[in-house]
């Protein structure tokens, strides 16, 4: 089960961190992601990050969030810094057994989704 939240309102310019809870199951050779939906649009990839450590970004927030994740506390960090409106959606966490680098931004990728939390952004 993946349990996420942090989700808010700022302003634009500020900051947020989302966590991604997993319980139930060991991170232990799973990908973590997060993507995003805005109302009216489809579900979006935002950020990734292997067992190895290695992380992924969509090019819209490269530079301003950072995944993390803690294999101890079976938790998965998402920092988002200079928060624009076009941010504002539901972020859903998720986990993959098997994600590979040309697939790691499908949704189809993943085998598990947390509720989402939501994040808005006023100008």
């Known amino acids: 089960q993946l349990q996420a939240s942090g989700g808010g309102s700022v302003q634009a310019g500020g900051s947020l961190r989302l966590s991604c809870g997993v319980s139930?199951?060991?991170?232990?050779?799973?990908?973590m992601g997060w993507f995003r939906q805005a109302p009216g649009k489809e579900r979006e990839f935002v950020s990734a990050?292997?067992?190895?450590?290695?992380?992924y970004y969509a090019d819209s927030v490269k530079g301003r969030f950072t995944i993390s994740r803690d294999n101890v506390k079976n938790t998965v960090s998402l920092q988002m810094n200079s928060l624009k409106p076009e941010d504002t959606a539901v972020y859903y966490c998720?986990?993959?057994?098997?994600?590979?680098?040309?697939?790691?931004?499908?949704?189809?990728?993943?085998?598990?989704w947390g509720q989402g939390t939501q994040v808005t952004v006023s100008s």
């Open positions: 139930g199951r060991s991170l232990r050779r799973t990908t």
């Open positions: 998720a986990a993959s057994g098997g994600a590979i680098q040309s697939t790691i931004s499908l949704m189809n990728t993943y085998d598990y």
């Open positions: 990050i292997k067992w190895s450590s290695e992380t």
